[in-house]
Nanobody, 126 residues
Framework: QVRLVESGGGLVQAGGSLRLSCAVSGGTFSRAGMGWFRQGSGKEREFVAAIGWSGSITFYADSVKDRFTISRDNAKNTVYLQMNRLKPEDTAVYYC???????????????????WGQGTQVTVSS
C-alpha cells in the first residue's frame, strides 16, 4: 500500500521560507511522477509544482514560479518543496501526490495522480 506523508508546514511571516517534505512508502517511488497541490479555505485544489521521476524535469504554476523549487531524493523516497518569499495568498493546505509512472493527463490535473498525502497546513501572516 502506497503511503504519502507530508511535513514541514507551519506559520511564517510574509517574505519568509518553509521547506515541505513528502515521504513515500510502499511503492516504486523512483518511477513515479510527483506533484504538489494546495487548497486554500473555500477554494478549489490547485496545482503548485510537479517533478518527473528522474528529477530533471520540473513544472510550476505561474503564481509560484521563481519562488518555489521542487526536488526529489530517490534514495530517500522523498520529494521536497522549498518555498521562498512567501506571501499571504500562499496560505493553504499543501498536498503531495504520486502517479503510477505514466498518465495521459497533464501534470497539473489532479486526476493524474493515484496517491495523495493527508496535507500539511501552511499559514503566511502579513
Amino acid at each position: 500500500q502506497v503511503r504519502l506523508v507530508e511535513s514541514g508546514g507551519g506559520l511564517v511571516q510574509a517574505g519568509g521560507s518553509l521547506r515541505l517534505s513528502c515521504a513515500v512508502s510502499g511503492g516504486t517511488f523512483s518511477r513515479a511522477g510527483m506533484g504538489w497541490f494546495r487548497q486554500g479555505s473555500g477554494k478549489e485544489r490547485e496545482f503548485v509544482a510537479a517533478i518527473g521521476w528522474s528529477g530533471s524535469i520540473t513544472f510550476y504554476a505561474d503564481s509560484v514560479k521563481d519562488r518555489f523549487t521542487i526536488s526529489r531524493d530517490n534514495a530517500k523516497n522523498t520529494v521536497y518543496l522549498q518555498m521562498n518569499r512567501l506571501k499571504p495568498e500562499d496560505t493553504a493546505v499543501y498536498y503531495c501526490a504520486a502517479d503510477k509512472g505514466y498518465s495521459p493527463m497533464g501534470v497539473a490535473v489532479p486526476g493524474r495522480y493515484d496517491y495523495w498525502g493527508q496535507g500539511t497546513q501552511v499559514t503566511v501572516s502579513s
